[in-house]
């Protein structure tokens, strides 16, 4: 059957100059096939008048078709017709020519025979089985075209065994030349696994020092660019297993928790807020992947237990209410997070939950109280409520010594948990408030240490557990090493304690000596130097890892700044580094992590302390630039690494 439209133009006995005749012919198979000229071109105005006859017109813009010999003919207004994009397109073709026409009609064959030839040869050539399937599917009415779509796009394990490049990271927002990475030769992070993954360069040899341009194209998200390097050294003690290079090519935040206490636990019914299990489980996991790593102010598998369980030993509605509550600021999901005085933030419902159990509780002295007081404190220091954070931490702390957690020997007793749980709770209320005393320069609440030590190696893996997450087509899981790490955080904030004591006044004045400084120093040194394979500078790569790398080298800046200059260091320590190349070997070093952070994680994931890092390498950025005598190198560079912190602080701005 042959289809043709004819659009007549009526100049007279039309009753608006506007409207417009449309035909579509059906010629039937019994008639003889006229030419395409003698049936859509009216010869005379007897057979136009003949037709205008035999038309209904409707002049307010109704369509009427009446049926005549084989025409069905429709008379519209020129805005129906534009309103109407089957008669639109119908309309448009018949604009083109006759021999527009030939050549369309004869790429459509083209294009079919092209079609029935892949078929075939699909069929001749494919295995019997896969041929059968083909034949079947032409049996049930598919068109040629349709089953070559399904054989090319639908094949599920073909596309299954295709893997996607995950080998990403971010683009800096400032070009500019990295070789001032190299300049300073004790740079121990321009030798790491990690920098060479990322950047592609290594200090000596190199055939290029500037940044790598994308050249695999951009990912969808702003300023991820695709990237392939050569694959990177493992810790010792690991195998061979694209698990664990995966975590050195993909973000962090790529990367999923796996643990299936969480995926069958019904945390709704410890909260009030929520009902919703999949988004409780969504935040408790973001929690332990990004805030708990840093923090660990209670025994994860514990209270996991626990809270699987039903039981109230060690988990309680003011502990997941607290831990919630946290959460809700590293969830990219949640409309202003960083409100947290908006009613209807989730983060301001679990808080004012967790205040209000906290009123009920506060004169109890259980454990899940002091770690929930702990959580609160945190909470209420990264919202910028310092006063109420100090709060929260000094009832903790009056809460554990009515318990006798500092001074009663825990290692005593009979039943682990209990002991376990005790020991981790006492050690996580002294390190984090002196953590946090040390960065607001005052004294710390606690000055002694807890009279049980912390466990150490293989005894530290079984003590903390282990958190495990999964990257994406990775086949096994990578290890976030949570023993070592806190074990770690935890030897060097009894250092920060210990400077906090002796060199903050309770008015807030630094009083170091030099004595002390070198004291302090050979601390620091130490506990750098006995970090285990997976945290060293040659092998880090986590956000948790860097951060505590981060987390030295400021210390090491804070504590020897104010020594520059002075000459009793040299005159009492003749053999002691001069303060100046201690400070800045400390700055190119965080320089440098900060850049290796953001390379390979970006600063969308939720880190509070980075903040504080960022500001102080700002500030180290805008020294370096009011130098009068700067290399145009060193400036585009200081300029680079200033602009990376203020886009910092816009991507912070959401969540806190």
Known sequence: ???????????????????????????????????????????????????????????????????????????????????????????????????????????????????????????????????????????????????????????????????????????????????????????????????????????????????????????????????????????????????????????????????????????????????????????????????????????????????????????????????????????????????????RNPGYQFLNEARRLWELESDRARITTMQAGCILAITFYVNGIDKLGNTYMLQSIELAKRKGLFSTPHLQMTDRKTREVKLQTAWALYTLQGFFQFHFLRQPYLDTAPRDPLPEGDEAKRFYGEIHVKYPLGQGLVPLYLGPTCVANAEIRLIMNEIARAVFTSCGNACLTVDQAVEFHAQLTDWYDRLPEPLTAHHIVLPTHLLMHMQYHTILMILFRSLIGVGAVRDQHPGFPDPEDIVMHSEVCVETLVHLFYRRHGFECYSPFLLYVLSQVALTMLRRLSLPNLPPPSRDAAWGTFVLCARAKRHARLWR
């Open 1 to 343: 059957m042959i289809h043709g439209i004819l659009r007549l133009c009526l100049s007279t006995s039309e009753p608006e100059p506007h409207l417009t005749i449309l035909a579509n012919f059906h010629y039937k198979e019994y008639c003889p096939e006229p030419t395409i000229a003698a049936s859509l071109t009216p010869t005379s105005d007897t057979a136009r008048s003949r037709a205008l006859r035999d038309i209904d017109i409707n002049i307010n813009g109704r369509v009427q078709p009446v049926y005549f010999l084989d025409f069905v003919v429709f008379y519209a207004r020129e805005e129906d017709i534009r309103g109407m994009p089957e008669l639109q397109t119908a309309t448009d073709k018949v604009a083109e020519t006759h021999g527009q026409a030939r050549k369309r009609q004869l790429g459509e064959i083209r294009t079919r025979n092209q079609a029935y030839e892949q078929l075939y040869y699909l069929i001749q050539t494919w295995p019997l089985h896969q041929a059968t399937d083909i034949f079947d599917c032409i049996r049930t009415g598919a068109g040629a075209e349709a089953v070559l779509r399904q054989v090319r796009d639908g094949d599920l394990l073909l596309q299954l065994s295709l893997r996607p490049n995950l080998h990403m990271q971010y683009e800096l927002p400032y070009k500019f030349d990295i070789s001032f990475l190299f300049d300073y030769p004790r740079n121990p992070y321009v030798e790491s696994t990690l920098f060479k993954s990322t950047f592609g360069l290594g200090p000596k040899g190199s055939s290029t020092t500037t940044e790598p341009r994308p050249e695999a194209g951009v990912d969808s998200m702003d300023g991820v660019v695709s990237t392939e390097q050569g694959e990177p050294s493992r810790p010792e003690g690991q195998d061979a297993v694209p698990e664990w290079t995966a975590a050195y090519h993909t973000p962090f935040s790529a990367a999923e928790m796996v643990d299936h206490r969480i995926d069958s636990a019904d945390v709704a019914r410890w909260t009030s807020v929520h009902s919703d299990n999949f988004f409780l489980r969504k935040l408790l996991k973001l929690y332990f992947l990004q805030e708990y790593p840093f923090f660990s102010p209670f025994h994860r598998d514990h209270m996991l237990d626990d809270m699987v369980a039903g039981q109230d030993r060690f988990c309680s509605s003011l502990l997941i209410n607290s831990t919630l509550a946290n959460a809700c600021h590293a969830l990219a999901t949640i409309e202003h997070r960083s409100e947290f005085w908006n009613p």
